[in-house]
């Protein structure tokens, strides 16, 4: 399914205002666990991509945020189906689960959901690279390119 240019504008409009999030005077704590794909797969140019790569490692500084890379060895893992983002509330009774679908958006807030994709992401945290380790190897394939 092809965007029109103005769907396209959109969109980017909408995850540039979300990329303000983190920057604001109190940003929350984001913890994103990458799949090694996501480092690799070439989008746009080398020169894009280079950016791109070089913008998650700043990101990896800041005190607000943890990225971890889960490397292509550990094989299948618990997100192999798809992202998601767990939204965290002031309190655990707040949090909401999403997936960003296809044609939209699901919101997910029963406990069992919330739940099934918690232990999901502890599961993806243990399998995954350190920070440490993580900025190692972006900056690695970041060098490759």
């Not at 500084?61 to 798809?82: I, R, W, Y």
């Not at 945290?125 to 970041?142: C, H, N, T």
């Amino acid at each position: 399914m092809r965007l029109s240019p103005t769907e396209i504008e959109r969109l980017v409009e909408l995850r540039l205002r979300r990329q303000e999030i983190i920057n604001r005077p109190k940003p929350p704590h984001i913890w994103a666990v990458l799949d090694e794909s996501v480092i690799r797969r070439v989008v746009g140019d080398r020169d894009i991509m280079r950016e791109q790569l070089a913008h998650l490692l700043r990101a990896n500084d800041t005190p607000n945020v943890t990225l971890q890379v889960l490397p292509f060895e550990k094989g299948a893992h618990s997100a192999a189906m798809g992202s998601f983002v767990i939204l965290g509330g002031a309190e655990p009774s707040l949090d909401v689960v999403y997936v960003d679908i296809r044609t939209g958006s699901l919101f997910m807030e029963k406990d069992e959901e919330l739940n099934r994709y918690r232990l999901a992401f502890d599961c993806l945290r243990a399998q995954a690279l350190d920070m440490s380790a993580s900025s190692a190897l972006i900056e690695r394939v970041r060098k490759e390119l």
